[in-house]
């Protein structure tokens, strides 16, 4: 459905995407992943035909995104960051004058769109009026109204509150069940809810690409404890961790004033609280929280695009 071949875009002496390649299948819900200023943004606006690449090679089914850019925009509903929306207008108003950009029939999917991004009961009011939430669905209504077969998000779920965000989410999801998504963000939790397919990129590169449930079980041979005690000094809590059965490398970690946390990185499925919660008792240190866990996606996504750096 989508192809992208050896992408680059440079403003300047800066490459804000450095030669991806990377193609997403029809029907697929795929999260484009990375910290702020990684690409994302620039690469979903040259899928979109809003921006020119540098260099490579952009196609969407059976169109190049340089020779037929307004084809591609026929069957493509894009939903960038800061929705694009004119405040002063009703939201019937605003929908129907996008329809008659489109050259649409009258109507023609209004009503069922309104009804599937949940905005029929704000149709009468103005745009400005509503909740960023309403203005998000309006925004998605937007990108929806000519039943494109591919749709783009950007940070669709950006400032929303966690009402909201599951709201969009569940939108996203029923979408995806007849069209190809894509949808960018660096919120970890938004790639596990909705996405069946992420692709991490950092620095303009992409560093990862795969079925997050693969994903999760390719760097899964790796368990984390979390542990904050207070007593001891960085440097020897650290020493003594390091000697533990098991232990692969400590790392200081972030914890509450008075207390030296450390995140131990264990070699497969190992057990190794109880060693631990014994230290603490021989030294007489206070154990104030010891946390153990899978090696999740924000795991992964930190190994990734910090480079192992805490």
């Known amino acids: 459905?989508?192809?992208?071949?050896?992408?680059?875009?440079?403003?300047?002496?800066?490459?804000?995407?450095?030669?991806?390649?990377?193609?997403?299948?029809?029907?697929?819900?795929?999260?484009?992943?990375?910290?702020?200023?990684a690409g994302k943004t620039t690469t979903m606006r040259i899928l979109t035909g809003y921006l020119a690449p540098t260099s490579g090679i952009v196609s969407v089914g059976d169109y190049r995104i340089d020779e037929q850019p307004l084809e591609i925009k026929k069957i493509i509903g894009?939903?960038?960051?800061?929705?694009?929306?004119?405040?002063?207008?009703?939201?019937?108003?605003y929908l129907m004058?996008?329809?008659?950009?489109?050259?649409?029939?009258?109507?023609?999917?209004?009503?069922?769109?309104?009804?599937?991004?949940?905005?029929?009961?704000v149709m009468q009011k103005k745009v400005g009026e509503l909740s960023k939430g309403y203005r998000q669905r309006v925004g998605l209504a937007h990108a929806l109204i000519h039943d494109p077969e591919i749709l783009i998000l950007d940070e669709p779920t950006s400032g929303l509150d966690p009402n909201q965000i599951v709201e969009i989410r569940n939108i996203i999801k029923e979408i995806g069940?007849?069209?190809?998504v894509i949808l960018s963000t660096h919120i970890l939790p938004e790639v596990e809810a909705t996405c069946e397919r992420v692709i991490i990129i950092n620095k303009g590169e992409i560093v990862q690409d795969g079925m997050v449930g693969q994903l999760k079980t390719s760097f899964g041979n790796?368990?984390?404890?979390?542990v904050s005690v207070k007593g001891p000094g960085d440097e020897e809590f650290s020493k003594?961790?390091?000697?533990?059965?098991?232990?692969?490398?400590?790392?200081?970690?972030?914890?509450?004033?008075?207390?030296?946390?450390?995140?131990?990185?264990l070699s497969g499925d190992v057990e190794i609280r109880p060693e631990i919660f014994r230290l603490c008792v021989e030294k007489g240190w206070i154990l104030?929280?010891?946390?153990?866990?899978s090696f999740a996606l924000e795991n992964i996504f930190r190994e990734l695009t910090l480079g192992g750096e805490q």
């Open 288 to 293: 104030y929280e010891m946390k153990r866990e």
């Open 97 to 121: 004058f996008v329809h008659e950009l489109r050259d649409l029939p009258p109507n023609g999917r209004l009503k069922e769109t309104a009804e599937l991004c949940g905005i029929a009961e």
């Open 222 to 226: 790796e368990t984390v404890v979390r």
């Open 78 to 93: 894009y939903l960038p960051e800061s929705v694009p929306i004119y405040g002063d207008l009703i939201v019937y108003d």
């Open 1 to 37: 459905m989508i192809s992208v071949s050896n992408l680059t875009k440079k403003y300047g002496d800066f490459t804000a995407v450095n030669n991806i390649s990377f193609t997403v299948r029809k029907g697929e819900i795929t999260g484009l992943l990375g910290p702020n200023g």
């Open 240 to 265: 003594l961790l390091s000697g533990l059965s098991g232990v692969r490398e400590v790392r200081s970690s972030e914890g509450a004033v008075g207390l030296v946390s450390m995140e131990l990185r």
């Open 177 to 180: 069940k007849k069209k190809t």
